[in-house]
């Protein structure tokens, strides 16, 4: 038994309806109603049985319906072979969206089943989803294979705006802040009762915006008569020690929605150190053999010129490093070359680590690669027929 798998990422625009327990999905999962019920669909297999040149699948296109849910969404589809001959399950992919894998064999005698497992794992809150995957059999001729497809609509009770946070123009010792005002969908009456960092550092408040007013606090004596809340104001701090580099944060929204008690929403954004390497890696490109490639690596720093020559770890055989000083302080050159084995063939990569005495980036990781395309020996013939 073999396994075959595939990873994917998805994509949205926005609607809201009904929604989808978030459970294994083997015909018909449990749908619960909206309160507009009348704009929601059921799920439902759109096509019977389909097949193309000797494998079949039990219906080629399933719709999970609306969706109010972040969690996975699982439906089983069935392969069957149909010919005469043995089939093998050569390949699974797809353009976006799901995780897709069998369940029990790749290999299948005539008349033999297999599960197809496939999972929708929503990224975004609202939106149209509809994605393809792609099962590739060895039997003969161009139509080896099949599409399936997985379709749905994701829905939330509450909106955000923006949707996506990030935080730019952020330098190594300073403090950021990002602001995402919260909506409640349209008619309805969903208070937010909290939020939380799930993961990341990030400093959270939260702000209650009144009705006919434009007051933001609730402040003793300064709430509005009617006390209602329209919307709520998120505010987002990246603290002063956030390392430098790539930064990674999940916030989790609570509400009193039974349809949705919880949403949370990805944050991201960079951290500038003051040191910076241009380019950020070291590619080579197509390498030949016995041939020697040379190329220069800026290391600068603004602000004080503090940084001390920085030192080069790398264990990437036949490559040499040597840091030329341009400024005392401020600007480095690394220059690397590399030489190319006779006999080396495929891919090369590896990484070199730049060593700095700067605080905010102490550790620096290029990565190196190049490619060095195989060489077809074909046989030849001598004047006498003798093969070389």
């Known amino acids: 038994m073999s396994v075959i798998s595939l990873i994917l990422l998805l994509s949205a625009v ?14 018909r999962p449990v749908i619960r109603s909206a309160e507009d019920k009348t704009r929601g669909k059921e799920l439902q297999t759109l096509e019977e049985p389909h097949s193309t040149n000797g494998l079949s699948v039990d219906h080629r296109i399933f719709d999970f319906g609306l969706v109010y849910s972040q969690n996975p969404l699982t439906h089983h589809f069935t392969l069957t072979n149909t010919s005469e001959r043995e089939i093998q399950i050569i390949e699974i992919k797809s353009d976006c969206g799901c995780t897709a894998s069998i369940l029990d064999t790749d290999v299948l005698k005539p008349g033999e089943s297999a599960t197809l497992k496939t999972v929708m794992t929503p990224e975004l809150l609202e939106g149209k989803v509809n994605k393809n995957i792609t099962v590739t059999s060895d039997l003969p001729g161009p139509r080896n294979w099949l599409e399936i497809s997985l379709r749905a609509e994701f829905a939330s009770v509450l909106r955000l705006e923006p949707a996506h946070l990030y935080f730019k123009n952020v ?17 309805s009456e969903i208070q937010v009762t909290g939020v939380e960092v799930i993961e990341g550092n990030l400093d959270l408040s939260l702000t209650p915006v009144y009705a006919d007013s434009d007051l933001e606090t609730a402040e003793s004596g300064s709430i509005p008569k009617s006390s ?17 580099g790539k930064v990674h944060a ?12 919880e949403i949370s929403f990805p944050v991201y954004g960079i951290v500038r150190s003051q040191v910076s390497v241009v380019p950020t890696q070291c590619y080579f490109g197509t390498l030949n053999p016995g041939e020697t490639k040379e190329k220069s690596i800026r290391i600068e720093k603004t602000g004080d010129p503090t940084l001390d020559t920085p030192t080069i770890q ?36 590896g990484e070199l680590i730049v060593l700095t005495n700067d605080p905010a980036q102490q550790e620096i990781r290029l990565p190196v690669f190049g490619y060095t395309p195989a060489v077809r020996i074909e046989n030849s013939e001598d004047s006498d027929g003798v093969k070389l």
């Not at 055989?317 to 495929?346: D, F, M, W």
Request: hydrophobic share 35%.
């Open 314 to 349: 790398c264990e990437i055989p036949n490559l040499e490093c040597a840091i030329e000083t341009k400024e005392p302080g401020r600007l480095y050159i690394l220059k690397v070359s590399l030489h190319v084995p006779i006999n080396h063939q495929g891919r090369l990569s």
């Open 250 to 261: 999940l916030v989790k929204i609570k509400s009193d929605s039974d349809l949705q008690p």
């Open 171 to 187: 330098n190594f010792g300073e403090s950021a802040t990002e602001n995402v005002v919260i909506h409640p969908v349209a008619g």
């Open 14 to 27: 926005q609607t809201p309806g009904v929604v989808v327990d978030p459970v294994e999905v083997d015909s």
């Open 228 to 244: 209602k809340v329209v919307r709520w104001n998120l505010s987002l701090k990246l603290p002063e020690n956030t390392p430098a």
